[in-house]
């Protein structure tokens, strides 16, 4: 039987909002009441209750490069919230707040420039260095998302800077710098707290790749009907979040979700695929998601340690120290281009890529 449903041409659409070049936003600012029906998802998507009194942890980085005692109690705090949350925030992590408020009007100001030159920018070319689009898995993912998006690869090549945008050069160069830094910080703290030396995880090159990606999400008339960013795990090592204080970024853990409130001045750090698959499981890459609102926009920029696609052929499987026995390998050898690939083409449909490369 033919319904009226059935004559919905869902490419037709994807298709003509891709080749509009404007994202989201040049949606909202058209000025539309209702959402396009390829951003709805088809179940309510906000309906499990959030909302819980506990929160993530807050880690107070301080004097964890000067003093040993201060330090025991950060690495054991961060043991605790990547094996059971996989996700925590730091607040005294040393880059400066200034530098965290320009970097988002940074991004702010690269979605609200000329939309003609703007549109030079959008691609679904993977292998160009400075992408911007709506939606990476447009074609593949079940729903479009709310959200317009762009990226760099940042490390461990660089693009020169005349190929990064203007709006927001500068500060892209000097937030990475920060966050190159605090990353090898951060992952000194989480090879101890796996019980390694403190150079285990740099020395394996976990640090040495960063792509910065900048979310722009825009208010939506129907917030209730889509979302901003659908369920997914983060494939990379590692990923620092830098939120502004609108909030909707959401964790899912023992199966309900809560909710990560805007903290001025912090960071949100969170396991990512490949350190649950090195750490065999000890370290958590949990779920999140992020609702759309009807106030807007929101900014964030997540800097995802990976080599992706830049990566070499090096090769990352369970840590021989953290195997036994007892404690036999959960996973097979994968490059960081194979999984990215993997989790690339699979897109935002909820399933964890992790279950693909289980032993
Ligand atoms: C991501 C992500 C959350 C946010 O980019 O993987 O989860 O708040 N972002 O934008
Ligand atoms: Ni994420």
Redesign the pocket.
């Known amino acids: 039987m033919i319904s009226a449903t059935d004559s919905y041409n869902r490419t037709a659409e994807l298709k003509s909002f891709d080749e509009s070049k404007a994202g989201v936003k040049g949606l909202v600012d058209a000025g539309l009441s209702t959402i396009p029906r390829m951003f709805i998802h088809p179940t309510d998507p906000s309906s499990s209750p959030p909302k819980h009194d506990v929160s993530i942890p807050i880690i107070d980085l301080t004097g964890m490069t000067n003093d040993p005692v201060l330090r025991k109690v950060i690495v054991e705090r961060i043991r605790e919230a990547s094996e059971t949350w996989g996700f925590f925030q730091v607040v005294n992590h040393s880059i400066p707040i200034m530098v965290l408020e320009e970097m988002l009007e940074g991004v702010k100001r690269f979605y609200e420039q000329d939309v003609e030159v703007k549109k030079g920018y959008y691609t679904r070319d993977v292998a160009k260095k400075v992408v911007y689009n709506s939606n990476y898995d447009l074609y593949t993912g079940p729903a479009a998302n709310w959200r317009d998006t762009f990226y760099c690869f940042m490390a461990p090549q660089p693009p020169s800077p005349q190929d990064l945008p203007n709006t927001c050069r500068e500060i892209l160069m000097e937030y990475t710098k920060e966050v190159m830094k605090l990353g090898r910080v951060l992952m000194e703290l989480l090879s101890e707290a796996l019980g390694l030396s403190a150079n285990h995880l740099n020395d394996i090159d976990c640090s040495e790749g960063l792509v910065v990606?900048g979310?722009y999400y825009p208010a939506c008339p129907q917030p209730e009907l889509t979302l901003g960013?659908s369920k997914?795990a983060?494939d990379g090592f590692l990923?620092l979040?830098l939120?502004d204080q609108i909030g909707g970024?959401q964790i899912l853990h023992e199966d309900k979700w809560f909710d990560v409130p805007p903290v001025p001045g912090a960071l949100v750090v969170n396991i990512g695929d490949l350190l649950q698959l090195i750490s065999n499981d000890t370290f958590k890459s949990v779920e999140?998601r992020?609702l759309a609102n009807r106030i807007g926009p929101r900014v964030?920029v997540?800097s995802f340690f990976t080599t992706s696609f830049q990566g070499t052929s090096k090769i990352y499987g369970p840590i021989k120290d953290l195997v036994s026995e007892d404690n036999p390998p959960r996973y097979r050898e994968v490059t960081v281009s194979e999984y990215v690939t993997y989790a690339l083409a699979k897109g935002l449909d909820g399933v964890s890529s992790l279950l693909n490369f289980r032993l």
């Open positions: 990606v979310h960013t997914h983060d990923t979040l939120q970024l999140h992020v964030s997540a």
